[in-house]
């Protein structure tokens, strides 16, 4: 057998093994959810979708403000279009699939493909960037006591983050990148503030979705708002880790593992699980919702301007 079939083998080996363990837990502990907490509410479930479907479009748009930074923009329906699409790639392993739909589809019209690998590391940096920043500051407005004496180190810490984003600093992480793929370095010629403004669009994005995050858990089990900084800082250190785990597509398994852990800090561990696994599922599909709705409105657009359309 081939070493490639062998590590696919591996690969999905360990998702199957994270998601049956979690499965398992999840089945033994069933008796310590109290079932007179959960009841369904679909105006929550509604919403959490569509504040989702926001953060989708909102990290789409950013993408759009960096390929400008960059002097590569076009059609801003083009580009979010092409970034929604572009999105499935995370659901094949390697991770960066998604970016060589990317590259792909913009050097078809004539978009070097240097411009682009600088854009989509430079969106990777500082998205990832975004996340540690929100998950070390959310442990200062959780609450937890167990965290409260270490609350101002980790506040300290997501604000030496900041550092990250001067040009020179980027710039070095940057070409670290292109050093590993063997590519050509690059010149950095985007102004501080506008790295700074990226960045805190991310911020951004990652607050809507913690809010997308927070509706969806109370469509089916009431959690205080109190929590709403933690869970959104739960789910970033979640998805960095998933993200993280090359042989995971979009961190399946993965981030659903750590997620329980994070969560079980102000929750049960068999409610946790109960959220992991079913977010994934409210995620993929609310995702592959808004694909469809852009497919559709593409080739609505796409009728008008044909002649005689």
């Given amino acids: 057998m081939k070493k490639d079939t062998l590590l696919k083998i591996a690969k999905y080996t360990v998702i199957l093994l994270i998601f049956f363990f979690i499965i398992r837990y999840l089945y033994l502990n069933f008796n310590n959810i109290n079932l007179r907490e959960i009841s369904f509410n679909s105006g929550f479930l509604l919403l959490s979708v569509l504040v989702y ?24 329906f083009e580009a979010i279009k092409l970034r929604i699409y572009a999105d499935f790639g995370k659901y094949i392993p390697g991770k960066v699939f998604s970016y060589g739909i990317l590259l792909f589809s913009y050097e078809k019209k004539n978009i070097p ?16 960037l975004a996340a540690i920043i929100i998950a070390l500051a959310s442990i200062f407005f959780s609450g937890i006591k ?27 992480i940057m070409n670290v990148f292109f050093r590993i793929f063997k590519k050509e370095k690059i ?31 109370n469509s089916f089990y009431a959690l205080s708002v109190e929590h709403y900084f933690f869970i959104t800082g739960a789910f970033a250190i979640a998805g960095i880790i998933g993200f993280v785990s090359v042989f995971a597509p979009a961190g399946l398994g993965v981030r659903e593992g750590v997620l329980i ?28 919702l808004l694909l ?10 796409r009728k008008r301007k044909l002649p005689g359309g």
């Fill in 113 to 128: 493909k240097k411009n682009i690998a600088a854009c989509s590391v430079q969106e990777f940096i500082l998205s990832t």
């Fill in 261 to 288: 852990f994070t969560l079980s800090l102000v929750l049960t561990t068999a409610m946790s699980s109960l959220i992991s696994l079913i977010s994934r599922l409210w995620m993929t599909l609310s995702e592959i």
């Fill in 53 to 76: 479907f926001v953060h989708l479009l909102f990290n789409a748009l950013i993408w759009h403000i960096i390929t400008i930074q960059n002097h590569c923009a076009i059609n801003v």
């Fill in 187 to 217: 010149l950095l010629t985007i102004s501080f503030g506008r790295v700074l403004i990226t960045l805190l669009l991310f911020i951004c994005t990652w607050l809507i979705f913690g809010w997308a995050f927070y509706f969806f858990i």
């Fill in 292 to 301: 469809l709705i852009v497919f559709a409105l593409d080739l609505i657009f």
């Fill in 146 to 172: 167990e965290l409260v004496p270490y609350k101002y180190l980790f506040l300290g810490l997501a604000a030496g983050c900041f550092v990250f984003v001067y040009p020179p600093v980027l710039q070095f």
